[in-house]
């Protein structure tokens, strides 16, 4: 994913199509290119294959609790979720 | 995280492929506004000047202190899958780089990727940084806890370095009462000067009390700083 980046960084800022609101916002890549989660799917716990020391975010809403791998964010970035009858945007 | 209802609206969120201050703009699928992940602020488009509500998350902790604390917890599961072994942002931890692109402001009171704890109480913002010797304690997982006060909030920042987890709080119940603890804690349990137990993952104390949480990010210091200028900074 990260050469892919670099890639398209080199080809979009020459062609530099940026909108610039405080001149701060930089386009690096075609919106999509890097997939949101919109119907995440879950195990339990006690299902789960997970490393013992992995990095993960979590969040308790409502007496329920979810837990997402940071690893597995890097791809996705935004997953749209249900917690406890809210919906929250876990990111990343 | 946030949570994605504006008014009647939950909106739904892709990545857009922009940077703001080399941190993810998020556009909803609904009006096609630009926010930014960092601030939850609506940046660009129909929903300009909107903002987020901030949800309070465990920005960080390692799977086997969360498996233990919510054991009918839930994990996100893709292709069959909970977890991968390869951090792809890995080389940029290493590195001096601080994004794509170099921050518009920098604040030298720390080095750029110096870890933090960014906390936002209120309007306030401040950062504690997570470097482990403020933490540690000559005793195996017992962690210093830091007791501050931002404006007139009375805070508690926990920080377990070996679980990277945090926990960041208001030490004021809603009775008025302001705790103080006295000493370091056992694991991610602190008891305060009266002698009640706390869990500083969960919040939850004796009699089903539960502290009110801060929201916080476990960040480098240059992307808080980038943002949040108006910092205070935990010395």
Known sequence: MRSFVFVLLLTLTANAQSRNIQNEIHTVLPQDAIPAIFDPEFVSVSQADVHKDAPMIAVSINGEHHAYSMYMLNRHEIVNDIVGGDPIATTW | ?235
């Open chain 2, 1 to 235: 995280m946030y949570r994605r209802t504006v008014g009647e609206l939950a909106l739904t969120f892709g990545v857009s492929g922009k940077l703001w201050k080399n941190a993810l703009i998020m556009y909803d699928r609904e009006t096609g506004t630009l926010w930014s992940h960092l601030t939850g602020e609506a940046v660009w488009g129909p929903l300009e000047g909107e903002m987020l509500e901030p949800v309070t998350s465990v920005p960080k902790i390692k799977w086997n202190a969360w498996k233990d604390l919510h054991p009918t917890g839930q994990v996100l599961s893709i292709a069959g899958t909970e977890y991968i072994k390869f951090d792809n942002y890995n080389d940029y931890h290493r590195s001096r780089r601080t994004g794509l692109f170099e921050p518009g402001h920098r604040d030298n009171r720390l080095r750029d990727k110096t870890l933090v704890l960014g906390v936002l109480s209120g309007e306030d913002r401040k950062a504690y940084p997570l470097d482990k010797k403020t933490y540690k304690t000559k005793q195996k997982n017992a962690w210093n806890l830091i007791q501050d006060v931002i404006s007139e909030t009375p805070v508690i920042a926990y920080h377990n370095p070996d679980q990277y987890a945090t926990g960041v709080w208001n030490r004021r119940l809603s009775n008025g009462t302001t705790l103080t603890f006295p000493s370091p804690t056992e694991g991610h349990y602190a008891t305060d000067a009266e002698g009640h137990t706390w869990n500083l993952l969960t919040g939850m104390g004796p009699e089903g009390k539960k502290l009110t949480p801060l929201p916080h990010m476990n960040i480098y210091w240059f992307a808080w700083a980038d943002f949040y200028p108006e910092t205070g900074l935990w010395e």
